[in-house]
């Protein structure tokens, strides 16, 4: 069995939202920095107070972060786009209807992480206004 990397979990779900270490730092709170959020991206082993705080932030499951595996994720993508339609145990997934569902997905992400961006905007400018 592979050890996933927290550290780098929690990396790669940022750059997927977009959210920069800074950014990350400053709603973690007072007590952080983009060197701390540095960091804590190298580390393999996140300690789980620190996870469950990442998680609240990026509002992503603490599961997520411990379960991600990215080469999995590739091997099953790329293994998935072979063929038209395969058995995975006992479902038959056709890609067609996968790639569907996790394009809509994607656009509920996005603009999920658009709001939050606007939201996070509107917090930096009142922090800076004061």
Do not use: C
């Not at 400053?26 to 007590?31: A, P, Q, V």
């Not at 992503?60 to 790329?78: G, L, R």
């Not at 209807?97 to 992400?109: D, G, N, P, S, T």
Request: no cysteine; charged share 30%.
């Amino acid at each position: 069995m592979k050890h996933l990397h927290g550290g780098r979990n929690i990396k790669r779900f940022g750059e997927m939202l977009g959210i920069k270490q800074e950014a990350l730092a400053f709603e973690l709170g007072d007590d952080w920095t983009q060197k701390k959020v540095s960091l804590l991206e190298q580390k393999e082993s996140v300690e789980p107070a620190v996870l469950q705080q990442v998680s609240a932030v990026l509002k992503i499951p603490v599961e997520a972060f411990e379960n991600f595996d990215e080469e999995q994720a590739i091997t099953f993508i790329s293994s998935t786009l072979g063929d038209n339609a395969f058995n995975y145990g006992t479902i038959h997934i056709n890609p067609i209807e996968k790639i569907m569902q996790l394009h809509e997905e994607k656009i509920a992400l996005y603009e999920r992480m658009l709001k939050e961006k606007d939201e996070m905007m509107m917090r930096l400018e009142k922090m800076l206004g004061k």
